[in-house]
């Protein structure tokens, strides 16, 4: 089992976090019955958490990821969003959830949202294992989330600073 370690206070268990996991894979499994889903991780940050989800879906899905730029190596948003890797399967017809780590401002995922409603999709929603509010600053609804927490840095579990930490398998916040 994880423990809090100097320099990090663990959060979430890698026992909690997978259990949440299934729990989340068995609602999206019913509420995307009988459609064509496809799941687009973020990366890099959504790659675990991407890769546990699908397997916690009990449906016939399509899943590919795309690049996003806004954070580089710093803590601190850099403020522009693109898309750097763009989804490499069609979206036509099929309905998109995008599988993030954590939604924070909020900025992101509402420019990402709002880019894939243009696309030819059916639908798009958003899943993400970390709803973090206390920092949102441009209004996104989340429509699985994971865990919503308020408190620290978080990473581990694909959650990084400056890209350390992702290989963590339970979450942490940096002290």
């Known amino acids: 089992m994880a423990t809090s370690q100097p320099g990090r206070e663990l959060i979430l268990s890698s026992r909690q976090i997978q259990d949440r996991v299934r729990e989340l894979g068995r609602q999206i499994t019913r509420d995307y019955q009988g459609r064509k889903l496809v799941l687009l991780g973020v990366l890099n940050g959504a790659f675990i958490f991407t890769a546990d989800l699908c397997r916690a879906i009990a449906l016939d899905l399509e899943i590919d990821f795309i690049r996003v730029a806004s954070y580089g ?34 900025a992101t995922m509402a420019w990402l949202r709002d880019h894939f409603r243009q696309s030819p999709a059916c639908s798009v929603r958003i899943c993400s294992l970390v709803d973090k509010k206390e920092r949102r600053t441009v209004p996104v609804e989340v429509d699985y989330t ?19 930490y992702r290989n963590l398998p339970a979450l942490y916040s940096l002290e």
């Open 73 to 106: 190596t710093s803590t601190v948003s850099a403020g522009a969003i693109r898309l750097l890797k763009e989804p490499g399967i069609d979206l036509a017809g099929k309905d998109v959830l995008l599988v993030e780590d954590i939604v924070d401002t909020g």
């Open 146 to 164: 994971g865990f919503d927490l308020d408190r620290g840095f978080l990473v581990g579990y694909g959650l990084d600073c400056a890209e350390q």
